[in-house]
């Protein structure tokens, strides 16, 4: 028995992923609008919803809960669209937008009185984009945002998380002046650092053509959110300009700053510099409680062989030891590399280690 029914609109990588985190639940009749009539029928096709719709109009008349998982202008714009229907039940909202206030003083607006909307955004996503990347677990362990409106209730708040229960990502409450000021530092900010890093070897590439094949370890780390969707990351900076405004101009504050540093050669200065941020970026991860989830990492070294990962994950997966994330961090052919694994716990972290010495694998933690 059918006990509500919640509309995805747009099926792309977010919500494609939440939609087959969702249909975990039983009871629930989940179905999908988007504008692209492929990412439908995919999704229709492998069972990512039950049904599908072509117009949005008709897809939230059928909905008891709605979440947009679109770029912030197509959320804003079906918001209103939205305002101009007549509802004959209930209507929980949320969204997936990484800049939340134009949506939440968008949806303020609604003059229904059927309608509760309450601000999303989870802090997880994928180089990869569109619905044939979706993932039931790309959010799990994720923060995951929410602002609650005027009108929003504890119970309407307990409602959307039963709903994102089966997503296992970490909820937060902030409010959007909060939400999209941390994230503009944190998130939104770093890509356009990390693309002008990417503009800066592309000029210097004219006068040294090897620099592409030399880029690697820590140009390929700083840049990697760089291959991100650059539509959804323009859509991002023209929302959120006016922050993007001010951190671009702290940025070359500090930039200046650093140029006077190196352009006098005080080395005691540059090294308190360089002291300075090792000291905050390393309390970044403190196994202190707080929004941003803290791993505890072991390095591993690796030779490059066919095999030497698989080889990793399966002593450790012989011993039920859950990684949540695996990184290679430099390796190069034919000789050591380096893998970083991560672990929810220390005593995770603390056995692995003792598994892995004992099977000959160089390790390290850093204290």
């Known amino acids: 028995m059918v006990k509500q029914t919640v509309l995805i609109a747009g099926?792309?990588?977010?919500?494609?992923s939440l939609a087959l985190s969702i249909k975990e639940i039983k009871g629930i009749r989940l179905i999908g609008y988007d504008a692209d009539r492929h990412a439908l029928e995919y999704s229709k096709m492998n069972g990512i919803v039950d049904d599908i719709y072509y117009q949005f109009d008709k897809a939230v008349l059928e909905a008891?809960?709605?979440i947009f998982a679109t770029p912030v202008s197509k959320t804003?714009?079906?918001?209103?669209?939205?305002?101009?229907?007549?509802?004959?039940?209930?209507?929980?909202?949320?969204?997936?937008?990484?800049?939340?206030?134009?949506?939440?003083?968008?949806?303020?607006k609604i003059t229904s009185d059927k309608v509760t909307f309450i601000g999303g955004h989870p802090m997880a996503g994928s180089h990869k984009r569109g619905i044939q990347s979706a993932k039931a677990h790309l959010f799990e362990n994720a923060i995951y945002v929410l602002t609650p409106t005027?009108?929003?209730?504890?119970?309407?708040?307990?409602?959307?998380?039963?709903?994102?229960?089966?997503?296992?990502?970490k909820f937060l409450i902030l409010d959007a002046k909060e939400h999209d000021e941390m994230t503009s530092v944190i998130s939104h900010f770093p890509h356009l650092v990390a693309s002008s890093l990417v503009h800066q070897a592309r000029e210097?590439?004219?006068?040294?053509?090897?620099i592409p094949k030399?880029?690697?370890?820590?140009?390929?780390?700083?840049?990697?959110?760089?291959?991100?969707?650059?539509s959804m990351w323009k859509d991002i900076f023209f929302q959120n300009r006016d922050k993007m405004s001010r951190l671009l101009a702290d940025w070359i504050e500090e930039m200046k700053k650093l140029k006077d540093l190196i352009d006098s050669g005080e080395k005691t200065q540059i090294q308190?510099?360089?002291?300075?941020?090792?000291?905050?970026?390393?309390?970044?991860?403190?196994?202190?409680?707080?929004?941003i989830l803290s791993y505890y990492d072991l390095y591993v070294d690796i030779f490059d062989q066919p095999g030497a990962l698989l080889k990793v994950v399966h002593l450790?997966?012989?011993h039920d030891i859950s990684i949540n994330n695996i990184e290679i961090l430099e390796i190069r052919e034919g000789i050591t590399g380096v893998l970083r694994l991560s672990f929810q716990n220390k005593n995770d972290q603390q056995i692995s280690q003792a598994i892995l010495s004992k099977n000959n694998y160089e390790t390290m933690i850093e204290e």
């Not at 119970?155 to 990502?169: F, Q, S, V, W, Y």
């Open 11 to 16: 099926l792309g990588l977010i919500g494609g």
């Open 64 to 66: 008891d809960i709605c």
């Open 76 to 108: 804003v714009d079906l918001i209103h669209q939205l305002n101009e229907l007549t509802l004959e039940k209930e209507l929980l909202l949320s969204d997936v937008g990484s800049v939340k206030s134009l949506i939440m003083n968008t949806a303020e």
């Open 150 to 169: 005027k009108k929003s209730t504890a119970e309407d708040m307990e409602k959307l998380k039963a709903l994102l229960t089966p997503t296992k990502a």
């Open 204 to 210: 210097w590439q004219k006068i040294h053509p090897y």
């Open 214 to 230: 030399l880029a690697a370890g820590g140009f390929r780390d700083i840049t990697r959110i760089a291959s991100s969707n650059p």
């Open 272 to 291: 308190t510099y360089l002291e300075q941020a090792k000291d905050y970026r390393d309390g970044l991860d403190s196994k202190k409680k707080g929004a």
């Open 316 to 318: 450790l997966a012989e």
